[in-house]
């Protein structure tokens, strides 16, 4: 196998198994064998250990001293600082991206996701295929955002704490689509938006990153409001892993 192939079929594997975790398809502390993985993936063994060894790095599953992994399970503590570290890692990412200095055709397409939003928007009221093109739009602009601080670096960083279960920009989004307030939320989430691509346009890095560190409050807020209605958190892909480790 060449090494093009190789590292296609590792990164496979990865987003695989993050996806298998993340979506509660492995109980909290269940074992990981290899083998199992290697026919559920269609990978050789290899491409599977490098995805384990991945998915550990990113706190997402844990080395028994016996070797092998284990599935982890996450308390509330856990959750709440990795959308912190997110806010965190994504402000300076936007503080980077406005001090840089911005392409018009960079900052027109991050603006054109916008509109996307703003579309949807229009509606007085939004149903669930509108929340579900509401998360794509929502993963689209902030990738764009790291795109626009030009750092693979930070970028690396942001990808990994938001493999964490609800860590990500839309980890809740499909939870809070069932509560009274869901429009309100998006409103001020794309009123955040607006306000971090006018900052960076402006070359405020300052105003841009404050803007981003309060952006991840409102995913810390839709926790909140999920760990307040265990019934529908357990519901939620992933969702039993918090209220496993709340148990501990």
Same mark, same amino acid.
């Given at each position: 196998m060449s090494r093009e192939a190789e590292g296609s079929q590792t990164r496979k594997a990865e987003l695989a198994l993050r996806q298998a975790i993340v979506e509660g398809e492995f109980r909290a502390g269940e074992r990981l064998s290899e083998l199992t993985l290697t026919e559920r993936f269609g990978v050789s063994r290899t491409p599977v250990r490098a995805a384990l060894a991945r998915a550990a790095a990113e706190g997402l599953i844990e080395t028994l001293?016996?070797?092998?992994y284990v599935v982890r399970a996450f308390s509330e503590t856990d959750l709440f600082d990795a959308i912190e570290l997110r806010g965190v890692v994504e402000g300076f990412a936007a503080r980077r991206a406005a001090e840089r200095g911005?392409?018009?055709?960079?900052?027109?397409?991050?603006?054109?996701?916008l509109a996307g939003i703003d579309r949807l928007l229009l509606k007085?009221?939004?149903?669930?295929?509108?929340?579900? =093109?509401? @998360?794509? !739009?929502?993963?689209?602009? +902030?990738?764009?955002l790291m795109d626009l601080a030009h750092s693979p670096?930070?970028?690396?960083?942001?990808?990994?704490?938001?493999?964490?279960?609800?860590?990500?920009?839309?980890?809740?989004?499909?939870?809070?689509?069932?509560?009274?307030?869901?429009? =309100?939320? @998006?409103? !001020?989430?794309?009123?955040? +938006?607006?306000?971090?691509?006018?900052?960076?346009?402006a070359r405020e890095g300052a105003r841009a990153e404050a803007l981003m560190r309060e952006?991840?409050?409102?995913?810390?807020?839709?926790?909140?409001a999920a760990l307040a209605d265990r019934a529908r958190l357990d519901d939620l892909p992933g969702g039993p892993f918090i209220r496993h480790a709340a148990n501990l």
């Open positions: 001293p016996s070797g092998g911005a392409s018009r055709g960079e900052l027109a397409e991050a603006k054109l996701i007085p009221e939004m149903d669930a295929e509108d929340f579900d =093109a509401y @998360v794509d !739009l929502n993963a689209r602009f +902030h990738r764009a670096t930070i970028a690396r960083e942001v990808e990994r704490v938001s493999a964490l279960p609800f860590a990500s920009p839309s980890g809740f989004v499909r939870m809070q689509a069932r509560l009274p307030e869901a429009r =309100a939320v @998006v409103v !001020l989430a794309q009123d955040h +938006h607006v306000s971090v691509i006018e900052a960076i346009e952006h991840s409050r409102l995913a810390r807020r839709n926790l909140q």
